[in-house]
């Protein structure tokens, strides 16, 4: 492949990024990405095979970016429960907030994100088996250690999912919660505060239902 094939095929990836993101893959279209990557409509099927491909390409980009990005903050194999779940939770908020630079709504990836899960297309499975089903068994472990009680109860799902809710709240809601009087505080705009209140609020929650 020529240099300029190879220049072509990653402006189209970066450009069905910005367009899927937008508008999810059922609304949005070959000849929008094209005109986008400034390439000829006839590009995406010369390097991808078609829009569904292209859309898996984009998913695969999405997913292999974060997931090598995110382990490069790998906390201490000896650290206790505790200290591995205030990782993880900072670890998720940056992944969430900061990673692709942005502070403020969701990126580009998250928002692709967001728009599968809304819709939900046959590369979903792709999503949860490459990204989500580590994610949520770390934090199960974790949580089910923390607990002294086994992974797969009950309780344990019920604590990761409200962890989940803290984390995605923030940024599924924050159209809704600017719109509030008064407007609810962006957690974006002071993470290191947040994921501080997070991890206090989520240990403490934790001990509480252990103790209990």
Not at 58 to 73: D, K, Y
Not at 169 to 195: G, H, I, K, N, Y
Request: hydrophobic fraction near 45%.
């Amino acid at each position: 492949m020529s240099r300029n094939d190879m220049d072509t095929k990653t402006a189209l990836l970066e450009a069905a990024v910005k367009v899927f993101a937008a508008k999810g893959f059922a609304s949005a279209t070959v000849r929008e990405i094209c005109q986008l990557a400034n390439a000829n409509v006839a590009a995406v099927n010369y390097h991808f095979g078609g829009k569904n491909t292209l859309y898996t390409a984009v998913l695969e980009h999405v997913i292999g970016r974060r997931t090598e990005l995110f382990r490069q903050r790998e906390y201490n194999g000896d650290a206790s429960p505790e200290q591995r779940l205030e990782a993880y939770i900072r670890r998720k908020l940056h992944d969430i907030y900061v990673l692709d630079g942005t502070t403020g709504l969701a990126s580009d990836h998250w928002s692709i994100f967001l728009m599968e899960v809304a819709n939900p297309s046959e590369n979903l499975n792709l999503l949860v088996e490459q990204y989500v089903q580590a994610a949520v068994e770390e934090l199960r472990g974790i949580v089910a250690e923390m607990l002294e009680v086994a992974p797969v109860e009950q309780v344990v799902q019920d604590c990761a999912l409200s962890i989940w809710g803290q984390l995605l709240d923030p940024l599924v809601m924050t159209p809704l919660t600017d719109r509030l009087s008064p407007p609810r505080a962006r957690v974006q705009e002071d993470l290191e505060r947040f994921a501080d209140h997070m991890v206090k609020f989520t240990i403490g929650g934790l001990k509480a239902i252990r103790d209990s």
